[in-house]
């Protein structure tokens, strides 16, 4: 994936300034070049600055986005980034009026299979929140329960609670 080119329209970014705008850091930017999470830097002359366009710095503020929703791994968001440029080079050949119907039906059956990984890796990330807030919940109750059980002691309700400290519960 190379960098466009700044058009003469288009204001052309430096690194510092890209960093403010997606509330990073320079160096986790090279960092995210040198990955392959964005796209690596175009030869310049030595010492010159390397100049962005909008559209990277849009790039940058999705994978940004991204790890932040999800919480994955950067291979993971490597995966998933792949399978977002993937579906993008397929969208613009659906969009040509030239493709024949049986090619259109292997690109859509390609968008599928890239939707596919994507949908998995969400999935799956899903799924692990549900067990915390599931784990979380557990606990939550059982907390509730013993602070029940506490006041109900303190209101006379139980038989007096034997004089050595009551163990503290795993997992609260």
Do not use: C, W
């Amino acid at each position: 994936m190379s960098s466009p080119t700044p058009t003469p329209t288009e204001p052309s970014l430096r690194i510092g300034d890209v960093a403010k705008l997606a509330n990073t850091t320079p160096r986790t930017i090279r960092y995210y070049e040198e990955i392959g999470l964005l796209p690596p830097s175009p030869a310049r002359a030595s010492g010159q600055h390397r100049l962005y366009t909008q559209t990277e710095v849009e790039r940058l503020r999705e994978v940004m986005r991204l790890k932040d929703l999800l919480g994955v791994s950067l291979e993971q968001l490597k995966t998933l980034l792949a399978a977002e440029d993937a579906r993008a080079a397929v969208r613009a050949q659906l969009r040509r009026d030239d493709v024949h119907p049986e090619r259109r039906r292997e690109l859509l059956g390609e968008a599928l299979g890239h939707l596919d990984r994507q949908l998995e890796l969400v999935r799956g990330r899903a799924a692990e929140l549900a067990s915390l807030e599931k784990e979380l919940s557990e606990t939550h109750k059982r907390v509730r329960r013993k602070l029940r059980e506490l006041d109900a002691h303190a209101g006379g309700a139980f038989p007096p609670a034997p004089a050595a400290a009551e163990p503290v519960p795993p997992g609260v």
